[in-house]
C-alpha cells in the first residue's frame, strides 16, 4: 500500500473506514434507528400476533405481519453494524460472522422490499380488478405467498456470501466463479429495486386513474388505496433509490479504475446511503395505520389511549347506521 499520509483515504480492499469521524456519524445514526424502530415494530409485531390475530385476518394484514418481521430481523443487525463503524472497520474481522451479517441484511432488505411489493399489489387488484374473482381468490392464499416469498429471497441473497463482497474475504475461490457471481450478485441487487418500483408506479397510476373516473358510489376506499399506495412509493423511493444509485455509481468506479480516492469517496457515499435505506423501519409502520383503519384505532387505544376523544354514543350510533362495519380499504 502506499504512503498513507499522502492521502487521507485508503484502499478499499483495507476495509477501513477512511474518515472515522463520518463512520461515527453513520454509527450514531444506525443507533438512533434501532431505539426508536425496535420498540414501535415491537409494539406493531405485539399487536397483529395478539389482537388482531394476523392469520385469521385478510391477506393485508398477513403481509404486513411478515413486513414488520422483516424490519424487526433487519434492526437486530444494526447494533453489530454500528460497532464495527465506531470501530473504523466497514465489516467485521471474523469472515463467517461478516458473511452471516450480509445474508441477513439483504435476506430481510429484500423481505422489505418484496412486501411492500405485494401490499401494493393486493391494493391494486382489490381496486381496479374487483370482479375478477380468480384473481382475488389467489389472495386468499395469502399465507402460502407469504412464505414463498421467504423461500424465494435465500437463494437470491446466497451471492451475497459467496465472493469477497464489501470486505468479506474468500480468498481461495476460481477467478471465473468470482466473476460469474459478481454479475450475478449485482444483477440481483438492481433488479429486486428496479423491478418493484415499476410495479408500484404502475399500481399507483392505475388506482389514481380509477378514482378520476369514479363518477357514482363510495369513493373513500378508493382515496384511501391512492393514499397507501403512494404512501409506500414515497417510502420505497426514499429508502431503497439513493443506495442503488450509489451502488451504480461505485460499480462504475470500480470498472472504470477511477483514482483510489474517488473510489473510496463513492464507496463512503454506498454506505452512507445503505444506512440511509435502514430508516424505512421507521417509515414503515405509517404504512401499517394508512391500510386499515381498525389498525390505527387499535394501536392508539392500546398504547396511546389518552389520544383517543370520547365520542358520544348517539354520535357513535348515528356514524354506525350511516358507514359500513368493514374497513375502508380491507379485504
Known amino acids: 500500500m502506499e504512503n498513507a499520509t499522502a492521502s487521507p483515504y485508503q484502499l478499499i480492499d483495507d476495509c477501513d473506514a477512511s ?27 405485539h399487536l397483529f400476533i395478539f389482537k388482531l ?18 424490519d424487526i430481523l433487519l434492526i437486530f443487525c444494526l447494533p453489530i453494524k454500528a460497532y464495527n463503524y465506531i470501530q473504523g472497520e466497514r465489516r467485521i474481522e471474523n469472515d463467517a460472522v461478516c458473511k452471516a451479517m450480509l445474508f441477513m441484511l439483504f435476506l430481510n432488505r429484500g423481505g422489505s422490499i418484496a412486501f411492500l ?3 401494493s399489489i393486493d391494493r391494486y387488484l382489490h381496486v381496479v380488478h374487483l370482479g375478477r374473482r380468480n384473481l ?66 404502475y399500481c399507483t397510476v392505475r388506482i ?23 404512501c409506500v412509493m414515497v417510502v420505497f423511493s426514499f429508502s431503497f433509490l439513493p443506495c442503488t444509485i450509489a451502488r451504480m455509481v461505485l460499480l462504475i468506479a470500480q470498472v472504470d479504475k477511477w ?36 389498525f390505527k384505532g387499535l394501536y392508539l387505544s392500546t398504547y396511546f389511549p389518552f389520544l383517543i376523544k370520547k365520542v358520544p354514543l348517539q354520535s357513535l350510533r348515528v356514524n354506525t347506521i350511516q358507514r359500513p362495519h368493514n374497513d375502508v380499504i380491507g379485504n
Open 117 to 119: 411489493t405485494v401490499i
Open 136 to 201: 382475488l381468490k389467489v389472495l386468499k392464499k395469502s399465507g402460502l405467498i407469504s412464505i414463498l416469498i421467504w423461500l424465494l429471497l435465500v437463494p437470491l441473497t446466497i451471492p451475497t456470501m459467496l465472493k469477497n463482497y464489501d470486505c468479506c474475504h474468500s480468498p481461495n475461490e476460481d477467478d471465473t466463479i468470482i466473476k460469474e457471481v459478481d454479475i450475478i450478485r449485482e444483477f440481483i441487487f438492481f433488479t429486486k429495486i428496479v423491478i418493484p418500483f415499476v410495479i408500484l408506479v
Open 259 to 294: 483514482p483510489e480516492k474517488y473510489e473510496d469517496k463513492a464507496a463512503v457515499a454506498f454506505d452512507g446511503l445503505m444506512v440511509l435505506s435502514y430508516i424505512n423501519c421507521l417509515l414503515d409502520p405509517p404504512v401499517y395505520c394508512f391500510s386499515s383503519t381498525k
Open 208 to 230: 389514481v386513474n380509477k378514482l378520476r373516473k369514479q363518477t357514482i358510489g363510495d369513493t373513500t376506499k378508493l382515496k384511501r388505496a391512492v393514499f397507501l399506495v403512494t
Open 19 to 45: 474518515d472515522t469521524t463520518l463512520y461515527k456519524f453513520y454509527a450514531a445514526v444506525m443507533i438512533v434507528i434501532f431505539i426508536l424502530a425496535l420498540p414501535l415494530n415491537a409494539s406493531v409485531l
Open 53 to 70: 390475530k394476523f392469520w385469521k385476518s385478510n391477506s393485508n394484514n398477513i403481509f404486513l405481519f411478515n413486513l414488520v418481521l422483516a
